[in-house]
């Protein structure tokens, strides 16, 4: 008899054990009836799991979405966009990413994940010529020994260095050949362009290759700081400023007009003081430039920047009055380097120190009015027309105004190459 109880008691346990327990903080509520046998507890405990009925609220009112607009009105947004797509289409192509190997990037410069202890970081580049020329920046490749070129179709091409020119921030490299259907962007004309005009930059920032901002030009003829000699800095003129953003890596990337002619190199951008914060203004290199240095880095692998070999200051209304200066603007000439084309032009530099400022400045030296008969405001009016108009062996004429003169003279002088 033990052993026919056995496997009943066992399928009683088992069961018990498969009853879910009570709720907590919940105590079983007492019964006035006796406890009903086990083997009832199983179905009673189920139904206890049941989810509870969905509320039927009435369903709401059918709410149909909101009407596209009109094509009347985003007719002109639509044509725009139908502009970028096709610009990007056909520049993309010509667009190449740069990783360079060697010495370190300049500060800011991103590093490429994935590539050799050795690579220094990436930049931007663009299809020059059906010879495989490509232009990009000088501060992307100074320094660098070995080149590599990402096209836009993720395949790759050793490049090698062919010029380079640190006065205007421009680099041409040259791969071997060329993909299948990839062809040269045009260049436009720099002197054509205006302030509110259309800008689209293509370029790599951050690593991410090819990638498209769009913004106006919003400013032109600003200057930056170039390299420095031994004997004083130059600058870079005639600079495109745009809003179109521009980022770590997009150095050397073209940007275009509303046409896809490249109008200048991105080059730079500015960044708020100690904290490396992008300003929201690009700077690019003008196409008027890189059509004089390009060819010549192609032809010989250096390009010469005429030269006059002065020191200057820039002079404004408050400035010539404090100084006591008969004039309300020009180019103060401070020092006249020795042996250039300055100093055997006959040009004066300042004679006495005096403290402008709570900065030291040197006057007394010839006042610089005008070049060619063009009045001329500042020295970044000065070096601009110099860099735009004018080459190495050209003769200029300045209309200068001597110290104790009453009148300006005009003073020719033979332009030479930068030492």
Known sequence: MLKFLLPLLLGLALAACSLPPLPLGRQAEPTAQSAPPLAEATPRAAATTVAPPRPTNPPLPTIPPQPTLEPAVSAALADQERLLVEL?????????????????????????????????????????DDQGHIVTNHHVVNGAESF????????????????????????????????????PLPIGDSREVEVGQTAVAIGSPFGEQNTLTVGVVSGLGRTLRGPTRTFGSFSIPNIIQTDAAINP???????????????????????SQGGGTFEG??????????????????????????????????????????????????????????????????????????????????????????????????????????DLE?????????????????????????????P
């Not at 150095?251 to 960044?271: C, F, H, K």
């Not at 300045?398 to 332009?415: C, E, K, M, N, Y």
């Open 249 to 271: 890596g997009n150095s050397g990337g073209p940007l275009l007009n509303a046409r896809g002619e490249v109008i200048g190199v991105n080059t730079a951008i500015a960044v």
């Open 88 to 128: 990007y289409r056909r520049a993309n192509p010509a667009v190449v990413s740069i990783d360079v190997f060697g010495a370190p990037l300049p500060e800011n410069h991103p590093v490429v994940p994935g590539l050799p202890e050795r690579s220094r970081g990436q930049g931007s580049g663009f299809l020059y």
């Open 390 to 418: 004018h080459r190495v062996g050209d003769t200029i004429t300045l209309s200068v105004l001597r110290d104790g003169d009453q009148a300006p003279t005009d003073i020719p002088l033979l332009l030479e190459a930068r």
């Open 281 to 386: 203004v690009g700077y690019a290199v003008p196409a008027s430039t890189l059509l004089k240095v390009v060819p010549a880095l192609i032809r010989e692998g250096r390009y010469e920047h005429p030269w006059m070999g002065i020191r200057m200051f820039s002079l404004d209304a408050l400035t010539a009055e404090r100084l006591g200066l008969p004039v309300e603007r020009g180019v103060l000439i401070t020092d006249v380097q020795a042996n250039s084309p300055a100093a055997r032009a006959g040009l004066r530099g300042g004679s006495r120190d005096v403290t402008l400022n709570g900065v030291p400045l040197r006057v007394g030296g010839d006042i610089v009015l005008g070049l060619n008969g063009r009045p001329i405001a500042d020295g970044d009016q000065l070096i601009g027309l110099l």
């Open 148 to 183: 590599q070129v990402r096209w836009y179709d993720g395949t790759t091409a050793l490049a090698d260095l062919v010029g380079s020119d640190p006065d205007s921030d421009l680099a041409v490299l040259r791969v071997r050949a060329l993909p299948p259907g990839v062809a």
